[in-house]
């Protein structure tokens, strides 16, 4: 039995859901990747002060979701193509754990902790940078890199007595010749005028996430139902409505193809089914 109008629908959205999916999960665990090994950050994971960072975090939890974001297309877009149940399962059980982890990320990196956090890595690797001398290539190629996005300079904002002053983009202006934002504070003005929105973008995702977990349950119960034995109701005649009194027949429902009868009713009397025959032989009036 084929899928209804509901069933095809759920499909089709599961599919493309799918697509999109593996591209956002093929895109997070590039990232992960690219900035796990890259010359410019992998000494930050090679350093041991570091590697409870907030950066090492974020980039640990960029490789791990988008793994599992790939594991989860597998089952879902296979389940749904080949309307196999017990993949859209698996699918389901994957998708609800992805949707609540989702949302808790979103939660938890809006938070005030999580923004001390990022200054504290902050702080940590101005320190090493300083402490060897601003030697260091690694740390030298990622405070510049930090420093030019947030156009600040430092922790103390100002170049003339600045350590990293290396690092420190060009000044706009006269007075940032003489002070510029520290990057502590741009860092926290940064992420208060974004944390909302990376709530939102997350609890969207969650949102898009959880309708793909109905569009799944919902495929799953239409194809319960289409897989069902389908029942044949077989058309019948009573004794006192037909012309010819010699047959009769009965209506009854059984789980097979196609079922007809016939058979003699000698009387008024109730009649008696035979043994269900392949071809049907409805005499007519």
Not at 122 to 134: I, K, R
Not at 167 to 181: H, L, N, R, S
Not at 217 to 225: A, D, P, Q, S, V
Request: aromatic residues 10%; neutral net charge.
């Amino acid at each position: 039995m084929a899928l209804d109008k509901c069933g095809r629908v759920c499909k089709y959205t599961l599919i493309i859901f799918n697509l999109i999916f593996a591209l956002v999960g093929f895109a997070f665990l590039g990232l992960g990747l690219w900035l796990r090994f890259s010359d410019g950050t992998r000494g930050i994971f090679e350093t041991e002060a570091l590697n409870s960072s907030a950066f090492v975090m974020a980039v640990t939890v960029l490789i791990a979701l988008g793994s599992v974001m790939l594991i989860v297309v597998v089952f879902g877009e296979y389940g749904a193509c080949n309307e196999k149940r017990c993949a859209l399962l698996v699918f389901s059980v994957l998708l609800f754990i992805l949707t609540v982890a989702v949302v808790a990320v979103g939660v938890v990196g809006s938070s005030n902790k999580d923004r001390q956090n990022i200054v504290e890595f902050y702080t940590s690797l101005y320190t090493l940078y300083v402490a060897g001398g601003g030697t260091d290539r690694v740390f030298d190629v990622i405070l510049t890199f930090i420093h030019s996005m947030l156009h600040c300079c430092g922790v103390t904002g100002v170049p003339l007595v600045e350590l990293a002053k290396e690092t420190c983009p060009a000044p706009d202006g006269f007075f940032e010749q003489i002070k510029m934002d520290s990057c502590p504070d741009a860092i926290l003005s940064v992420f208060d005028s974004i944390s909302q929105l990376m709530l939102g973008i997350f609890i969207g995702t969650g949102v898009l996430l959880f309708t793909a977990l109905v569009c799944s349950i919902i495929l799953i119960r239409k194809l319960r139902l289409s897989n069902l034995p389908a029942q044949c109701i077989i058309l019948t005649q009573s004794a006192p409505v037909l012309a010819n009194p010699q047959h009769g027949f009965i209506a009854t429902s059984y789980p097979y193809p196609v079922v007809s009868t016939s058979y003699p009713v000698p009387t008024q009397s109730s009649p008696v089914v035979s043994t269900p025959l392949p071809v049907a032989n409805i005499p007519l009036a």
